[in-house]
Each structure stands twice: as structure tokens, then as C-alpha cells.
């Protein structure tokens, strides 16, 4: 499938001015939506944590046009987050988030073109980050549930 790039840089560029706020709104909204993943984050400096997601969006629009220079890396940090406990099916609300802040801090610029190409996008990325980890975004999670018995 191809990424709609034109509207994922235009979209971006729209809110990167505003990267900090788009951010703050994205964990504040990331915890509403999904109470469940505040533990994991139990013992994050948040404020770092923010930067730290920043860079990477902004290394993403910098890729979008190569993403597959991108994939190693973005295994390897799909590969970290399994044991900050993140599951695949945690990926698709993380995705729905942070496309709900960029439409916020956007306001009347956004458009449903956005949102669907940031869908295309977000989901291309959580492929690739559970790529490296033997799981894919739609699998039921594998921690926790019992083998089946071999006997
Ligand atoms: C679009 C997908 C995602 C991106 C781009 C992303 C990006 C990042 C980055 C850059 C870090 C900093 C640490 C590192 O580089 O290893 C991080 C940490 C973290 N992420 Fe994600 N993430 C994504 C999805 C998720 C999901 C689905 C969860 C599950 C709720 C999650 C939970 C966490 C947690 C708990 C940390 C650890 C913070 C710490 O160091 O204490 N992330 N993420």
C-alpha cells in the first residue's frame, strides 16, 4: 500500500511548531483513553519521555519517503518495547492517540485525508517495530496465556 506522503509531510509540518504541546497532549490523552498502560510508564521520567518521542516523529517524517532505511531501527525499538510491557494490541490505541493530538493541536487544518494516511502510516510502523519481536499488531498477546497442554 502507499503512504499518501504529501499529506503526512503537510500534515506534520502543519503541527511540528507546536511538537512540545503535541506531545503533552498526546500522554495526556494516551492515559484517558487507555488507564491500563499507566503502569508501564510507572517509572518514566515523562518529560524526557516526551523529547525522546519527538525526535522520533520527527525522524519518522524525515523517512517517510525511505521507510524501508528506517525498518531495522524501528525493529529494534519494537524489540525494547517488549520489555517496557507494551503488547501488540496496545499499538492500535497508541496509533489512534497520537492521530487525535495531531488533530487537536491542528484544529480546523486537519482533515479525515490526514487521518487516514497517518492510519496508513502508524500501522506500517507497529508492523515493523513487532516485526523484530515474533507478534503482529492484531495477534492476541502471547504473555500469559497458557500453552496448550503437549500431553
Ligand atoms: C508508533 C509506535 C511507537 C513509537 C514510535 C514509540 C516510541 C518510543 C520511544 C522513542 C521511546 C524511548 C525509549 C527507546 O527508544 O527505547 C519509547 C519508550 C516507551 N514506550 Fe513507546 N513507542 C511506540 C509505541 C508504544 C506502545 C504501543 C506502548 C505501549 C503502551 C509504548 C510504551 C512505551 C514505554 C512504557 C516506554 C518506556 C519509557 C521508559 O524508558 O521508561 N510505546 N517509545
Redesign the pocket.
Known sequence: MALNLNALETSFDLVAPRGEELVEIFYARLFTAAPA?VP??A??DLSK?RT??LV?LVLLRKSLRDLDALVPTLRE?GR??VG???RPE??AV??DT?IGAMAEVAGDAWSDEYTRAWAEA?SV??EA?LSGTGSSPTAPAAVGVPSPATT
Open positions: 498502560v508501564l510508564f517509572g518514566t519521555q525522546k518521542l522520533t525499538l525494547r518495547h517496557y510491557g507494551a496496545h499499538y497508541v496509533g497520537l502508524l510502523v507497529a517495530m
